[in-house]
C-alpha cells in the first residue's frame, strides 16, 4: 500500500495550494479518506475528510477555505485550499481508512506572511 502525497511548497498568505494524494494497493472507493496536518511542536490534527460516499467534514479553522474532494477513477484525493494564512503552516498527510489505516509520507506547506 502506499500513499503519495504532492503539492506542497511555499505560498504567501492569502493564496492557494491544491494537495494530491495518488493511492496504490487499495480499493480507493470503499476507503474513507483524510487530510491531516502537523505543525511543529504541536499534534497532528484532521484537516478534512470525505467517507467513501463522498460526505465531507472540516475543521472550524479551514471551513470555507478548504475543499476535499475524491477522485474513484484516479485514485486520488485532493485538498484545494485557499486564503491561506501563516497558520496554516504544517506538514500535511494524506490518510485512507476502512479495515486498516494507511498514511502518506507528508508534504510540506509554508505560508509566509
Do not use: H
Request: glycine share 10%.
Amino acid at each position: 500500500v502506499q500513499l503519495q502525497a504532492s503539492g506542497g511548497g511555499l505560498v504567501q498568505a492569502g493564496g492557494s495550494l491544491r494537495l494530491s494524494c495518488a493511492a496504490s494497493g487499495i480499493i480507493f472507493a470503499v476507503n474513507n479518506l483524510g487530510w491531516y496536518r502537523q505543525a511543529p511542536g504541536k499534534q497532528r490534527e484532521l484537516v478534512a475528510s470525505i467517507t467513501s460516499f463522498g460526505s465531507t467534514s472540516y475543521a472550524d479553522s479551514v471551513k470555507g477555505r478548504f475543499t476535499i474532494s475524491r477522485d474513484n477513477a484516479k485514485n486520488t484525493v485532493f485538498l484545494q485550499m485557499n486564503s491561506l494564512k501563516p497558520e496554516d503552516t504544517a506538514v500535511y498527510y494524506c490518510n485512507a481508512r476502512n479495515r486498516a489505516t494507511y498514511w502518506g509520507q507528508g508534504t510540506q506547506v509554508t505560508v509566509s506572511s
